[in-house]
């Protein structure tokens, strides 16, 4: 599998500029674009389908979905229509949710790794043209057949983090969305984890008919991006895409690192996030975004493809979307 760069669409992109944004990532020749669905803002599915009817080329992923709100089967009928529709254009990304909005919409499971990776198996397995009759503690069918035969089956991806969440996107999906900040150290503990899953013996939730397709794992890595000429700008933009950083559900993402006891010091002393943004050392920046010049931009897309990400999806910040999607195609070999 060939090394890609993809985009990410902001979630809260003004409608008017969707098409176009979408249009202008497929002219620039980024590999592809990621629609997100974050609560409250858009619908994973709709985006993905206005973004694919735009445009000729580009690949569009969606990541993520929340499995705790979806049916499984209807999250397969979802996915097989834009396969059928855009023929080896998609990629689908199923999580299991922030926990806060989960839970504000009352949809918080009991156990999360069980309800995903059972998500995840009768998706995969209606999409691959399998009939399915489970009864899992979280997902059941009887009988269960998508009407559809499709020419490219859709990858299902798993966009997860931490260690018990990475096993099952390595035991269940097609590949792991990783999201933002993905540094090379992250990548390889995320990596490690993947792969421990994989290895994983045996299944105990009743799925053990649906096995794995055979094939390569995807390791999509989301970052922030800024890329301007002079990279103390491009610093100075990045920070405030990056305040939100320091919370505990992206500790996962900071332990790691050899900075990670001082990260975490300091987030402790800020009173805001955005004094805590204010006060991170220059370095920490560049090793928490792609950010900078085009070249040393580049040279971190590639540091990062080595480490073992197979995409590479940049998160436009600092200022206008548009504006911002066309210097970041500055780093398109």
């Given at each position: 599998?060939?090394p890609?760069?993809?985009v990410l669409?902001?979630?809260?992109i003004p409608a008017g500029?969707?098409?176009?944004f979408?249009r202008?990532?497929?002219e620039?020749g980024f590999?592809?674009?990621?629609?997100?669905?974050?609560?409250f803002?858009?619908?994973?599915f709709?985006q993905?389908?206005v973004?694919l009817?735009?445009?000729?080329?580009?690949?569009?992923?969606?990541?993520?979905?929340?499995?705790?709100?979806?049916?499984?089967s209807?999250?397969a009928?979802?996915s097989?229509?834009l396969a059928?529709?855009?023929?080896?254009r998609?990629?689908?990304?199923?999580?299991h949710?922030?926990p806060?909005?989960?839970?504000q919409?009352?949809a918080?499971?009991?156990?999360?790794?069980?309800?995903?990776?059972?998500h995840?198996?009768?998706?995969?397995?209606?999409l691959?043209?399998?009939?399915?009759t489970?009864?899992?503690?979280?997902?059941?069918?009887?009988?269960?057949?998508?009407?559809?035969?499709?020419?490219?089956?859709?990858?299902?991806?798993?966009g997860?983090?931490?260690?018990?969440?990475?096993?099952?996107?390595?035991?269940h999906?097609?590949?792991?969305?990783?999201?933002?900040p993905?540094?090379?150290?992250?990548l390889?503990?995320?990596?490690?984890?993947?792969?421990a899953?994989?290895?994983?013996?045996?299944?105990?939730?009743?799925f053990?008919?649906?096995?794995?397709?055979?094939?390569e794992?995807?390791v999509v890595?989301?970052?922030?991006?800024?890329?301007r000429?002079d990279?103390?700008?491009?610093?100075?933009?990045?920070?405030?895409a990056?305040?939100w950083?320091g919370?505990?559900?992206?500790?996962?993402?900071i332990s790691p690192?050899?900075f990670?006891?001082?990260?975490?010091?300091?987030?402790a002393?800020?009173?805001t996030?955005?004094?805590?943004a204010a006060?991170?050392?220059?370095?920490?920046?560049?090793?928490?975004?792609?950010?900078?010049?085009?070249e040393?931009?580049?040279?971190?897309?590639?540091?990062?493809?080595?480490?073992?990400?197979?995409?590479?999806?940049?998160?436009?910040?600092?200022?206008?979307?548009?504006?911002?999607?066309?210097?970041?195609?500055?780093?398109?070999?």
């Open positions: 599998m060939s890609s760069v993809g669409l902001p979630r809260d500029d969707f098409v176009p979408a202008a990532a497929d620039a590999d592809a674009l990621w629609v997100v669905e974050d609560c803002y858009r619908g994973g709709s993905a389908a973004a009817a735009a445009t000729p080329r580009i690949h569009v992923g969606i990541g993520i979905l929340p499995a705790a709100v979806r049916n499984a209807f999250t009928i979802e097989g229509t059928e529709l855009f023929p080896g998609v990629t689908v990304g199923v999580g949710g922030m806060v909005w989960t839970r919409v009352g918080y499971p009991a156990s999360i790794l069980t309800m995903l990776a059972e995840l198996d009768v998706t995969r397995a209606l691959r043209g399998e009939t399915v489970v009864s899992g503690r979280y997902v059941s069918a009887d009988a269960v057949a998508l009407n559809a035969t499709l020419e490219r089956v859709p990858p299902v991806l798993a997860v983090r931490g260690v018990k969440s990475l096993a099952v996107s390595g035991r999906a097609d590949g792991t969305i990783l999201a933002e993905v540094t090379p150290e992250y390889a503990a995320a990596i490690a984890a993947i792969d899953g994989r290895e994983a013996p045996g299944d105990a939730r009743g053990a008919a649906l096995e794995r397709v055979p094939g794992h995807q890595a989301y970052n922030i991006a800024v890329v000429d990279a103390a700008e491009a610093r100075l933009a990045a920070r405030s990056l305040e950083i919370e505990p559900d992206w500790l996962a993402h690192l050899p990670a006891d001082d990260f975490v010091a300091l987030r002393a800020s009173p996030r955005a004094e805590f006060s991170m050392p220059d370095e920490w920046i560049d090793q928490l975004a792609i950010v900078g010049t085009p040393s931009a580049r040279r971190r897309i590639d540091q990062l493809h080595e480490a073992g990400a197979t995409s590479v999806v940049l998160i436009p910040a600092g200022g206008d979307p548009l504006a911002e999607l066309y210097s970041l195609a500055r780093l398109l070999k």
